[in-house]
């Protein structure tokens, strides 16, 4: 079993950054992506970011620019560096880990991003 706890969501004004923070435990072992995807009400997940064990990553077109994921493979530990917010990217947001045979799902953080 993996489990992934992340932290870092809250309520910031437009324009402004948050860090979201998300820490694999458990039966961690071979080749994975690790990512986000984000939810808002009413509207389907979206993936936000990825990142491949090597460091390739990908995102969605809306947050291209403005968002940075890295990872510390040490630490099992995924970042989302969150710049220039915008109302639009308020949803909760989740840390996923794909193993490729199996994918875990961290329990969400909220992002409100309004004034």
């Known amino acids: 079993q993996v489990q992934l706890v992340e932290s870092g969501g809250g309520l910031v004004q437009p324009g402004g950054s948050l860090r979201l923070s998300c820490v694999a435990s458990?039966?961690?072992?071979?080749?994975?992506?690790m990512g986000w995807y984000r939810q808002a009400p009413g509207t389907q997940r979206e993936l936000v970011a990825r990142?491949?064990?090597?460091?390739?990553?990908a995102y969605a077109d809306s947050v291209k620019g403005r968002f940075t994921i890295s990872r510390d493979n040490a630490k099992n530990t995924v970042w989302l560096q969150m710049n220039r917010l915008k109302p639009e990217d308020t949803a909760a947001y989740y840390c996923?880990?794909?193993?490729?045979?199996?994918?875990?799902w961290g329990q969400g953080t909220q992002v409100t991003v309004s004034s």
């Open positions: 996923f880990r794909d193993t490729g045979a199996r994918t875990y």
């Open positions: 458990g039966s961690l072992s071979g080749g994975y992506i």
């Open positions: 990142i491949s064990r090597p460091g390739i990553t």
